[in-house]
């Protein structure tokens, strides 16, 4: 997967998609550094292991994209992407989790173009929702998918309609 953009000239750039990955449990942070590694134009550009050093990361790196987890130390994921959302506006998030309460869920993606992924579900549904948040859609884990959502989101991309 590459990221295009529309130069001033109107042609496309193609350019690696820049990502950070963020958890505090390093073993899994090294599992989601080998998934780029999978995707041709996915590069992991940093790191963090809390949510504040997430802030401060994707404040200096700007990445495109972010591989994030809700239960961090300092800030939690939810805390830290309000956060990001400012310092780093055009950065996709895909938040890679435990949690699978259907609230909280609903809370991260709200409007915006993002992917919840359960970790059971990460080596299945993580490129397709990297894919997903790409195109500016949504992507819900199969984990999830029997949770009944009071207001499905537009442009939702289920795992199930890969």
Known sequence: MQWCNLGTDGRRDVSTVRTIVVD????FRRY???MPGRRPGLQVIGEAS????AV???????PDLIL????LPTLNGIQACQRISTVAPHAKIVFVTQENDSDVAREILGNSPRAYVLMLDANSDLLHAV??????KQFVSTGLKHLTWAIQPRQTVESADR
């Not at 505090?24 to 073993?27: G, V």
């Not at 894919?131 to 500016?136: F, I, K, P, Q, R």
């Open 50 to 53: 809390d949510g504040l050093e």
């Open 32 to 34: 989601l550094r080998s």
């Open 131 to 136: 894919d997903a948040v790409l195109e500016g």
């Open 68 to 71: 994030l987890d809700i239960g």
């Open 56 to 62: 401060q990361k994707a404040e200096e790196l700007k």
């Open 24 to 27: 505090d449990f390093e073993p």
